[in-house]
């Protein structure tokens, strides 16, 4: 198996020129792709995406792709490399495949209090308003032991959506490192990262997508649950 090295933000559109598997758990159509070079991506055709009555249509291969980026302007590198991408079944986003190790137990996580290794996703999450966040989105490579976290097509919405199972953070101080992390992105969304956000989002989710930073830094605080919407994915894992 090969895995293409991660790349910065690239301007052409990858190709996926054979399709070697199905993910068929995927709620939306998603294959295991390879590129000219034997690279293994995985591949999200927008034809496959499933309409929803909150997302705009079409719309999810675009928040796949601004999650990477957005990882990568706060210095998280949390989201494997994702790029725009051509294919057997049309446009999409590929993001680059990642061995999990699949004996890792994931509820040690969870054993007394929330495993700190975990707050880079939680910040993550708050600045790009996951409405997806189970914890089977969270992956552990097999060779590095390195954490990651994939599946980010309901992000970036303009109205809050969080929906996450990493809610025990609740009330606690954000980490220093993340809250910095939080201002390179802010500094970025009024610069560079500005035009980004407008090729890949609605004006009011660019708008939004900034005010979500100055929030945070003005109250650096994991917030509480909301009482008024699901605060958690279904299912969980």
């Known amino acids: 198996m090969s895995v293409p090295p991660a790349t910065e933000h690239r301007t052409d559109r990858l190709i996926i020129t054979e399709l070697v598997g199905r993910f068929a758990s995927a709620s939306n159509a998603t294959f295991l792709g390879e590129d ?4 293994l991506w995985v ?3 927008v034809a496959g995406e499933r309409r929803l009555w909150d997302f705009q249509p079409d719309s999810l291969a675009n928040r796949e792709i601004m999650a990477y980026e957005v990882s990568t302007w706060m210095g998280l590198d949390l989201v494997p490399e994702t790029v725009a991408a051509s294919g057997p079944l049309g446009p999409g986003a590929a993001q680059r495949y990642l061995d999990p190790d699949l004996d890792f137990d994931y509820r040690k996580w ?3 209090q929330l495993d700190p290794r975990l707050w880079p996703v939680a910040v993550f999450d708050l600045v790009a308003n996951n409405a997806d966040r189970k914890l089977g989105h969270v992956l552990v490579e ?3 032991g390195r954490l990651f ?3 980010h097509g309901l992000t970036f919405h303009a109205h809050q959506k969080l929906r996450t199972v990493l809610w025990d953070f609740a009330g606690e101080p954000i980490p220093d ?3 910095e992390a939080v201002d390179r992105l802010r500094e970025s969304l009024e610069g560079e990262m500005a035009l980004r956000a407008a090729e890949l989002l609605t004006p009011p ?3 939004a997508l900034l005010r979500r930073t100055e929030r945070l830094l003005a109250d650096p605080r994991h917030p509480h649950p909301p009482a008024d919407r699901s605060a958690l994915p279904w299912p969980l894992w």
């Open 142 to 144: 097999s060779d590095t």
């Open 149 to 151: 976290a994939i599946d």
């Open 110 to 112: 969870f054993e007394d």
């Open 36 to 39: 000219p070079e034997g690279f």
């Open 43 to 45: 591949y999200k055709p």
């Open 205 to 207: 989710e660019a708008d």
């Open 177 to 179: 490192p993340f809250v």
